[in-house]
T-cell receptor, first 113, second 111 residues
Framework: DAKTTQPNSMESNEEEPVHLPCNHS???????IHWYRQLPSQGPEYVIH???SNVNNRMASLAIAEDRKSSTLILHRATLRDAAVYYC??????????????FGSGTQLTVLP | KAGVTQTPRYLIKTRGQQVTLSCSPI?????VSWYQQTPGQGLQFLFE???????NKGNFPGRFSGRQFSNSRSEMNVSTLELGDSALYLC??????????FGPGTRLLVL
């Protein structure tokens, strides 16, 4: 699996936007960019994924660079509940393929009140 | 819709014993994956089952095994427990290639 690089930690103020970066310079054409987060004492939780175009859902937005070598997860208004470790993961999607996720060390997001 | 459930949530065992953990996937999900999470190694893939067949396996010793039943429920077994097996064991189920849904995990402590 192609490797991703994320900052170890980031801080944000409550109710402000948060931009979490991820570098993936060796991404292949079939790799989707997935984001999961893990809140304290819980299992990881799916956040969003995309291939080439920017994506939005109720939790976040995903901005993907034109060359796909980097992406940014955007939380539009951080809340205390968003404090978690955020993982950027690359995965190829193909029917019948194994579905394992390869987790890196992620970014620990701290939200300050 | 009920989420992924794992039992037990907490477990204490001693070295040399064996343990069986259980995972019930979301209804309709046929793929179940298992992960181990430790402070030192982070989240590591153990194995994946799909329609009762192991489809992929991570880099873990043969002491770690699993199986999946016809109702998609899955169990993982660790034999001859070692101190280093103390970890949070997470189960995830999926219906498509896109998204995995994780359970709350089973925290295993080996003394």
């Amino acid at each position: 699996d192609a490797k991703t690089t994320q900052p170890n930690s980031m801080e944000s103020n409550e109710e402000e936007p948060v931009h979490l970066p991820c570098n993936h310079s060796t991404i292949s054409g079939t790799d989707y960019i997935h984001w999961y987060r893990q809140l304290p004492s819980q299992g990881p939780e799916y956040v969003i994924h995309g291939l080439t175009s920017n994506v939005n859902n109720r939790m976040a937005s995903l901005a993907i660079a034109e060359d796909r070598k980097s992406s940014t997860l955007i939380l539009h208004r951080a809340t205390l509940r968003d404090a978690a470790v955020y993982y950027c993961i690359l995965r190829a999607h193909s029917p019948g393929s194994a579905r394992q996720l390869t987790f890196g060390s992620g970014t620990q997001l701290t939200v300050l009140p | 819709k009920a989420g992924v459930t794992q039992t037990p949530r907490y477990l204490i065992k001693t070295r040399g014993q064996q343990v069986t953990l259980s995972c019930s996937p979301i209804s309709g999900h046929r793929s179940v994956s298992w992960y181990q999470q430790t402070p030192g190694q982070g989240l590591q893939f153990l194995f994946e089952y799909f329609s009762e067949t192991q489809r992929n396996k991570g880099n873990f010793p043969g002491r770690f095994s699993g199986r999946q039943f016809s109702n998609s429920r899955s169990e993982m077994n660790v034999s001859t427990l070692e101190l280093g097996d103390s970890a949070l064991y997470l189960c995830a189920s999926s219906r498509t290639e896109e998204t995995q849904y994780f359970g709350p995990g089973t925290r295993l402590l080996v003394l």
